[in-house]
């Protein structure tokens, strides 16, 4: 089969042009060509649950794990592009297919030694040193603790037999290094939090070697009052793109290319 033929997006912090000052308002988008052999190439769901406790937040990424993820992962199987479920290591338990790649130590966690300094009390901000931080209130852990218990991978997007479900970055990093992928697009939520931040998620692989492409149409952060969600995932891909941690693309940029593959492949 045919290389998957991509172009992804980055920003580059200098002028368009030679001749513009050197300002921020003449930055710009650069753009950088990937020939990419689609069984090299994973998609990574990063927690695409059915129970989000933020209703408002809940709403948008089961819309777009409906519309776009879904329809994404018909087009991923057609072209023989690894699937990869992360839906936190609590929800990743509840599937079988966490057995694969999955180490004695990820299956049966040991407990973690108590680092020496500094002293636990204020490392984890109990007792007199509870006022460094804000804490969640009581009234909504009755509602956090139902919807983690019954929390579980949307409908949209349930994982198939042959799909992987991973719980950790070490678990992911074995399966990419047995099936020798180099590539890997993520999606899933939330753009701010757990997308780039979870040891499997962008930071800690780029970190570790791999090509990270995020579909930035199938996230979506958590926002807040004067920080609506469309700003914050834009200042996410501003972070993600000005500083070669993950280029961009669109499910529709990434479905094209993946047409003109089957394409060319049912012709031949």
Known sequence: MANLELTTRFLIHEPRAPDLPY????????????SIPPTEAAIVLVDCWDEPTIASHGERSAQICR??????????RALGVTIVHAPSPPVAEKFPQRLRYASDSE???????????????????????????????????????????????DLSVWPADED????????????????????????????????PHRDYGVFAMRERGYCIIVLRDCT???????????????????????????????SEEFTAAAQRVIGAAQTT
């Open 23 to 34: 300002r921020e308002e003449h930055f710009g988008f650069k753009y950088a060509s990937l």
């Open 67 to 76: 519309d776009l993820i879904g329809p994404l992962l018909d087009v991923c």
């Open 107 to 153: 299956l049966s966690p040991p407990r973690k030694p108590v680092p020496d300094w500094p002293p636990p009390d204020f490392a984890q901000r109990k007792g007199e040193w509870a006022s460094l931080e804000a804490h969640y209130g009581e009234e909504w852990l009755p509602l956090r603790q139902q919807h983690e218990k019954a929390r579980s991978i």
């Open 164 to 195: 992987f479900v991973i719980a950790t970055g070490e678990q992911l990093h074995r399966l990419c290094r047995d099936k020798k992928l180099r590539y890997l697009f993520y999606a899933g939520f939330a753009a701010n939090y757990c997308v």
């Open 220 to 250: 979506t952060s958590i926002g807040a009052p004067g920080l609506p969600h469309d700003l914050c995932t834009e200042e996410v891909f501003h972070h993600l793109e000005s500083r070669s941690l993950a280029g961009s693309i669109t």
